[in-house]
């Protein structure tokens, strides 16, 4: 059986809750929901941990608590003698719009702090991505703008690209990335 690592980044506690940044939280809570999969702490990987199968993989999902950051701290752990063919990184992504979906592999850290933090801790960009656009991103002040909680009329579109992530994520568990990229790459999620 196939293992495979998923990990959503975001930041920890309630005044997160509904950030641009906390996407990848988002999609892996409805992930593990549509599961029937609960997140417990788990203290040596520093995140939250939900599990499941699917498509003949057991599926590891981890919600780094360290902070995005420093996200690599936990990420390091999880994959310590894993393949990182087996890692995907889901998260938020200003320079793409709302409503648009983008997997990658092998690709840099566009700016993300908590990616470049990733990439530090393995080593290596040598894994999956899947990240959810939130533009057009601000010519300012970007750590407000993806920090603050998404505008009351912008959560149901929100919601319907947070959901069409998380059905997505059963493609890269059954097809791997690069059918995945050619599903969803390019296809707009809201009319």
Known sequence: MRHLTIVGLGNPGPAFEWSRHNAGYMILDLVAA????????????????????????TVRMLKPQTGMNESGLAVAAAMAGEPLES???????IAIDL?????Q?????????GVEHIHKALDSRQ????????GPSPRQDIYNF????????LREPYGRC???????????IELGVHQSMNRFNGSKLLA
């Open 34 to 57: 549509r599961q029937s999969s609960q997140f417990t702490y788990q203290p040596s990987l520093l995140a939250d941990v939900a599990e499941f199968s699917h498509a003949g993989a």
């Open 87 to 93: 890692l995907l990184l889901v998260y938020d992504d």
């Open 99 to 103: 409503g648009r979906l983008k997997y």
């Open 105 to 113: 592999f092998d690709a840099s850290a566009g700016g993300h702090r």
């Open 127 to 134: 894994f999956s991505r899947l990240k959810l656009g939130l």
């Open 146 to 153: 993806v920090t603050a909680p998404v505008a009351l009329e």
């Open 162 to 172: 947070v959901a069409a992530a998380a059905t997505s994520i059963l493609t890269w």
